[in-house]
């Protein structure tokens, strides 16, 4: 029997607005000033990469890596069970990743609080899934609190946290989120920054759409769909890494062959695919099936010099 099918998916699909930091941003918003922010998105990248004449052999044949898997900073897989939270699994993970290539450790993190939270944003109280632009604003208005004081029981989904988990907050004050795919974006284009944020170690988090051939991906390498497959839901997941030669068959239709595929971390448990690891075809980001690209990014993060080419 599928894992798929017994699992919770939840993502709602976003278009880009003009308002979104991207990774070329080079203002503060009067809101990221007032939380104490002091540099533009682009302004702490810049920091990511020496210039050209000062990098290591080691650093210009980074550049040109055609495999890439960050998996070994990530934080265990967790299981969303049948809840929409797949939003909420994916926006923490992108944290814990960075507090542990950032810092060697990081604390287990509520999932539940940050599925709340993002659902108060939005004013919805059913298990309706979240946007991801807006599980980035949660997390950077409300933070995140320790699984241990907010733990994951799926039927608690809509339980109010106390004020004692929303003082977190203040831990997340610098944070700073942006999105890759902005408006009238290349599809070849977004591919080739996706991968250049890998190779920095900088992972993200995006949303994809499901068609019926992923109750056959158990093994994890979900397969480009088939002109007749029939769609099943939007689910989001982090993107840990790539590999140029990935090689993926449509079970299906043996004909529909893909070359080349992104690494994800799933929210279905470590039943699922490699150890809850999968791939997902290059052809999904270029067909525009594979899109709402974040991440985030913290001014001491990037100053501990464990992210970027060097």
């Known amino acids: 029997m599928s894992i798929a099918k017994h699992k919770g998916k939840g993502w709602r699909k976003d278009y880009p607005d003009f308002r979104d930091n991207s990774d070329d941003t080079k203002t503060l918003s009067k809101r990221q000033k007032q939380r104490g922010v002091k540099e533009s998105v682009s302004e702490i990248l810049a920091r990511l990469n020496p210039p050209p004449s000062k990098r290591s052999a080691a650093a210009k044949k980074a550049e040109k890596a055609t495999k890439v898997d960050l998996s070994q900073w990530c934080s265990p897989v967790e299981d969303q069970g049948e809840l929409g939270a797949c939003t909420a699994h994916a926006g923490v993970g992108l944290y814990e990743y960075f507090e542990r290539r950032a810092f060697g450790k ?16 939005l ?23 320790p699984e241990k004081y907010w733990p994951y ?54 949303g994809f759409t499901c068609f019926t051939s992923l109750d056959q991906a158990d093994d994890g390498k979900i397969p480009f769909p088939d002109r007749n497959e029939e769609v099943e839901g939007g689910h989001a997941v982090m993107a840990v890494g790539f590999d140029d030669t990935m090689k993926i068959v449509n079970p299906s239709n043996k004909e529909i062959v893909s070359i080349g595929a992104i690494k994800i ?9 490699d150890k809850g690891y999968g791939w997902l075809p290059y052809e999904y980001i270029l067909q525009g099936i594979a ?20």
């Open 106 to 121: 990081h604390t287990d993190a509520s999932r539940l609080f940050l599925y709340k939270t993002t659902r108060n944003l």
């Open 123 to 145: 004013k919805w109280t059913a298990d309706d899934g979240a946007y991801l632009r807006t599980t980035m604003a949660a997390m950077a208005l409300f933070g995140l609190c």
């Open 153 to 206: 029981v799926e039927d608690q989904f809509n339980t109010e946290p106390t004020a004692f988990m929303y003082s977190y907050a203040q831990n997340f004050q610098a944070l700073l989120y942006y999105r890759l795919d902005t408006k009238g974006i290349k599809e070849q284009i977004l591919l080739d920054k996706i991968k250049d944020h890998l190779r920095n170690g900088l992972p993200m988090m995006f």
């Open 265 to 273: 971390k799933n929210s279905w448990g470590v039943e699922w695919g």
């Open 291 to 310: 899109d709402d690209w974040w991440t985030m990014t913290k001014a001491e993060w990037i100053d501990t010099k464990q992210f970027g080419l060097s």
